[in-house]
């Protein structure tokens, strides 16, 4: 190779060079002009007014705050965007939306008795559920497993339904990022008589803590047992009288980890007539 054709040679490494080092540059700016707009739009710090400038139009379905009832705030963009926020429950905690000064905030509430589907329960629906079943006759018991597994989130694929599928195996995981209490509760179809419930747990969860609870509509729970605490792997619960109830809920209050988790549950249960 001749020293022209090998000065070409450098030219066009060198261009190519270039334009690589430009390519990754805008990537760069792009990713981080991306990342910026994804923050202005979708991120929302209570009690801050970052959107003041970007909103056309705010507008609350509840003229005030109402923790007890699950409200939806409609925000209209500048750039033609509408987007909804609704309230939603972190652990016991509400994420209240509102509007102030045609800007959207968003306030954390702890509830007390509490919080499910985006609103607080409150106390007086808590406790005294129970008594409509009190004329209800148990006969022959037997442990079973109940019909369906609902929990307050989950993990991946650690589903609710893997605590009654009687595998010690599998798991229900909470979601790590929401904050204690976490709960699943267990739906037998129709009100049942209960005097014991076998709780599995994951090693790696132990001790767990939590709150035996019972409940005719799976909205107003009355608690059974307070500060239950799974030790080792199993625990043998013996209720303190006949529970009559469709749903028991395991509120989980604390565990080794931060996911909630459960292994199974198995219930000594008579059909109530």
């Known amino acids: ?29 792009n990713l981080s002009f991306r990342e910026q707009i994804l923050t202005i739009y ?23 705050l109402d923790y007890f009832k699950r409200g939806i705030v409609s925000v209209n963009y500048k750039n033609g965007i509408t987007d909804l926020y609704g309230d939603n ?17 968003v306030k954390k509430y702890e ?12 106390p007086s629906e808590e406790e005294g ?17 109940p019909l369906n597994a609902v929990a307050q989130n989950e993990f991946s694929y650690y589903s609710a339904l893997n605590a009654i599928d009687g595998d010690l195996t599998t798991h229900w995981f909470g979601d790590p990022a929401h904050r204690y209490p976490k709960w699943i509760y267990f739906d037998f179809g129709n009100p049942v008589c209960v005097t014991n419930i076998d709780l599995y747990a994951f090693v790696q ?8 609870q019972a409940s005719n509509d799976a909205i107003r ?16 619960i013996d209720l303190p009288q006949i529970v009559t109830a469709r749903y028991i809920r395991w509120f989980e209050t604390s565990s080794n980890r931060s996911y909630g988790s459960l292994t199974d549950a198995r219930f000594r249960i008579s059909d109530a007539y």
């Open 111 to 122: 509830c007390e008795a509490g919080c499910f589907e985006g609103a607080c329960i409150t």
């Open 42 to 64: 979708y991120t929302i710090s209570p009690g801050t007014t970052s959107y003041q400038s970007e909103i056309l139009s705010c507008n609350d379905s509840g003229k005030d």
């Open 221 to 236: 729970w009355s608690t059974i047992l307070s500060n239950v605490t799974i030790k080792n792997v199993s625990l043998t």
């Open 1 to 29: 190779m001749n020293k022209r054709n090998l000065n070409i040679t450098f030219q066009i490494l060198g261009g190519i060079g270039v334009l690589v080092i430009c390519l990754g540059l805008l990537y760069t700016f």
């Open 129 to 145: 559920v129970l008594n409509e079943n009190i004329s209800l006759r148990c006969h022959s018991y037997r442990i079973t497993s």
């Open 205 to 212: 969860d132990t001790p767990i803590s939590g709150n035996i």
């Open 89 to 105: 429950c972190e652990g016991s905690l509400i994420n209240e939306y509102y509007c102030e000064f045609n800007n959207l905030n």
